[in-house]
């Protein structure tokens, strides 16, 4: 049996636990308890139930969830029962306010497009039958919409939720291709792509993957909850940290007032006209994109072809997006 599967039937076996005794109307007995849950049922031997038994409620109430002891009989004071009592462990009722209510809806409908969509619409279904009203016409003009078309992201993201070392095979910039094995600290979208932070074990170092860049399957290397991520560790600043390699001299003309973060870039600035500046700036490849499609009508792509074709692919799905409407 696997260290991922043990602590799966571990898992499993708590929340049974848990279920069982709060749902309890009176305290049950031990064998009653043994009885009803098939993993205690197993168990090859009175003694290695109890062991087991009494291991799980010691870390039940380490969790902070209280087990009550109560005797079943009063002539026989060895015969205890157990039970959760369920106002010791209820959240009380959680309410919002109109913003936070509007953040969600808008939340939600920006993961609309996601691999993820799913849990995204499961929570507004939980949120409605509590009692809040969601408004889901939120949001208008420019509505922002966040899509998981890499393969990996999910094995990518399930990583980082169990703190799983993985392995995976990675193409550089350069075009090498190399097997990466890390322990997945941070998925973030980073200017229009996903990243993973992560610790790279043979490097020794915190390193960002593109999760593009991904070749074949993600596969698990070791066992989950291994490790634990650094209290410290900011995504975006190990993404600043590690800028892409400028491939080449790019080519924006932006109108005047506008286009600060291209400028500060720049390398030589020519004043056109009135309206108009031309920028020489290092050309790297998505980054530059992204900074002038940002700019809108307020930047037009000059040279090379590859910057040019990319900020026109960029607007015309923006505009294709739009046009296709919420799926």
């Not at 016409?137 to 980082?160: L, N, Q």
Request: hydrophobic share 40%; no cysteine.
């Amino acid at each position: 049996m696997s260290p991922a599967s043990a602590s799966a039937e571990k898992t499993e076996r708590l929340l049974n636990l848990i279920l069982a005794l709060k749902s309890a109307r009176r305290p049950v007995s031990k064998q009653r308890i043994r009885e009803a849950l098939p993993a205690y049922a197993a168990a090859t031997s009175d003694e290695a139930f109890d062991r087991m038994f009494e291991r799980d409620k010691d870390e039940l109430r380490e969790m902070g969830i209280p087990i009550t002891t109560t005797v079943l009989d009063v002539l026989f004071d060895d015969e205890v029962g157990y039970r959760i009592d369920p106002s010791e462990t209820t959240l009380p009722a959680i309410s919002f306010e109109p913003d936070e209510v509007a953040a969600l809806a808008l939340a939600a409908r920006a993961w609309s497009t996601a691999s993820i969509s799913g849990a995204a619409s499961a929570g507004l279904r939980k949120l409605r039958l509590s009692g809040v009203e969601i408004d889901e016409s939120v949001a208008a003009g420019a509505e922002p919409r966040i899509r998981t078309k890499e393969p990996a992201f999910e094995a990518v993201h399930a990583a980082v939720s169990a703190l799983q070392p993985i392995t995976f095979d990675y193409r550089k910039n350069d075009g090498e291709l190399s097997t990466r094995h890390v322990q997945p600290w941070a998925l973030k979208n980073w200017h229009g792509r996903w990243y993973l932070t992560a610790f790279d074990v043979d490097r020794g170092d915190e390193r960002a993957f593109r999760l593009s860049r991904f070749e074949g399957p993600v596969r698990r290397k070791g066992r989950a909850g291994s490790y634990a991520v650094p209290a410290d560790h900011v995504p975006e600043v190990a993404l600043e940290a590690q800028p892409p390699e400028p491939e080449g001299t790019a080519v924006v003309r932006v109108r005047h007032g506008r286009g600060h973060t291209l400028r500060r870039q720049a390398l030589r600035t020519t004043e056109l006209d009135e309206r108009w500046a031309q920028l020489e700036l290092p050309y790297r490849r998505d980054t530059t994109e992204r900074d002038v499609v940002a700019l809108g009508t307020h930047a037009v792509a000059v040279s090379p072809p590859e910057l040019v074709d990319g900020v026109r692919a960029a607007l015309r799905a923006v505009v294709a997006a739009h046009e296709e409407g919420p799926s």
